[in-house]
């Protein structure tokens, strides 16, 4: 039976489990088709790619890209890209390159709040320390008992508007979409409920996103309330955006886990047509 999850993580960015392992949970719990989407890396892919073909996983070539729009980061995810794509892989180069100096000035605010050790702590977290970012922070502080959550380590701190969220510049929108049309994939903007914009902010990145050439918007992820999934298939419909859907997979216990995902409501356009998946 066909059941896409367009949206996880490895540890080859913020998830917990490596490639393989990631396949290999997806296989085991019904996923047919798969796009690994790391975090501005597709360091995973090839790994990912031996473990489907030997789960009879379908997989597709992902990528999730750190995006600063009007003060905001957004989530812009690749679908089908070809990671050998010189410009694209320039560009997601980089959108990493600040990552390790962004983590000392991360570090150096929870040193001013008397809670030291914590660049020392990420790293040990961090698969891949090229990316490094909150959540192996989060991670860290949750191990070394000084909150009870991930959720909480985001709220006290890490959050947008918490005082170890430091300032950073990601990627252009429009430069995230070129790169990934260049690589011959497809742009989706992540769990757009995620971002606490208003309606007419919404409507402002989607209308850019589109005249860039984006292709979709995830409508049933993990990171959306139920009643978001018909409000989101309205906002693709209006844009004339295809709707795409996946878990956002990051750790077992920590996160929505791999496929089990409602179906996109009616009226939506999947992506996965334009992917010429079925
Ligand atoms: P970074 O790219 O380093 O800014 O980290 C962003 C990542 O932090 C996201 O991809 C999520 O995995 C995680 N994250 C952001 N906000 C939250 C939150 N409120 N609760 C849990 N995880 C979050
Ligand atoms: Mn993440
Ligand atoms: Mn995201
Ligand atoms: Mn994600």
């Given at each position: 039976?066909f059941?896409?999850d367009?949206?996880?993580?490895?540890?080859?960015s913020?998830?917990?489990l490596?490639?393989?392992?990631?396949?290999?949970?997806?296989?085991?719990?019904?996923?047919?088709?798969?796009?690994?989407?790391?975090?501005?890396d597709?360091?995973?892919?090839a790994?990912?790619?031996?473990?489907a073909?030997?789960r009879?996983?379908?997989?597709?070539?992902g990528?999730?890209i750190?995006?600063s729009?009007r003060?905001?980061?957004i989530?812009?995810?690749?679908?089908?890209?070809?990671?050998?794509?010189?410009?694209f892989?320039?560009?997601?180069?980089?959108?990493?390159?600040?990552?390790?100096e962004r983590?000392?000035?991360?570090?150096?605010?929870?040193?001013?709040?008397?809670i030291?050790g914590?660049?020392?702590?990420?790293?040990?977290f961090?698969g891949?320390?090229?990316m490094i970012?909150r959540?192996?922070f989060?991670?860290?502080?949750?191990e070394s008992?000084?909150?009870?959550?991930?959720?909480?380590?985001?709220?006290?701190w890490?959050?947008?508007?918490?005082?170890?969220?430091?300032?950073?510049?990601?990627?252009?929108?429009?430069d995230a979409?070129?790169?990934?049309?260049g690589?011959?994939?497809l742009?989706?903007?992540?769990?757009?409920?995620?971002?606490g914009?208003?309606?007419?902010?919404?409507?402002a990145l989607?209308?850019?996103?589109?005249?860039h050439g984006?292709?979709?918007i995830?409508?049933?992820?993990?990171?959306?309330?139920p009643?978001?999934?018909?409000?989101?298939?309205?906002?693709?419909?209006?844009?004339?955006?295809?709707?795409?859907a996946?878990?956002d997979?990051?750790?077992?216990?920590?996160?929505?886990?791999l496929?089990?995902?409602p179906?996109?409501?009616?009226?939506?356009?999947?992506?996965?047509?334009?992917?010429?998946?079925h």
């Open positions: 039976m059941n896409p367009l949206h996880c993580h490895s540890n080859i913020d998830g917990t490596a490639p393989a392992v990631v396949v290999a949970r997806a296989a085991r719990r019904g996923v047919s088709t798969l796009a690994l989407t790391d975090h501005d597709t360091g995973g892919l790994e990912a790619a031996t473990a073909a030997v009879g996983v379908q997989l597709i070539n990528v999730e750190s995006v729009w003060e905001q980061t989530h812009v995810v690749g679908l089908g890209i070809d990671p050998g794509h010189l410009q892989q320039a560009g997601l180069a980089a959108t990493r390159a600040g990552r390790e983590a000392q000035r991360m570090a150096a605010v929870f040193d001013s709040l008397g030291e914590t660049l020392a702590g990420a790293q040990r961090a891949n320390p090229r970012g959540t192996h989060a991670r860290h502080l949750v008992g000084r909150v009870n959550s991930i959720k909480d380590a985001f709220r006290r890490l959050g947008a508007g918490r005082p170890c969220q430091v300032e950073q510049r990601w990627a252009a929108l429009g979409v070129a790169w990934i049309k690589a011959g994939g742009a989706v903007v992540a769990h757009p409920g995620r971002y914009l208003a309606p007419a902010q919404l409507r989607l209308g850019e996103f589109r005249d984006g292709a979709a995830e409508v049933v992820t993990g990171s959306h309330q009643q978001e999934f018909a409000m989101f298939a309205k906002y693709a419909a209006e844009f004339g955006l295809a709707a795409s996946g878990s997979f990051h750790a077992p216990d920590e996160s929505r886990d496929g089990g995902l179906k996109l409501p009616a009226g939506c356009d999947p992506v996965w047509r334009q992917l010429g998946l």
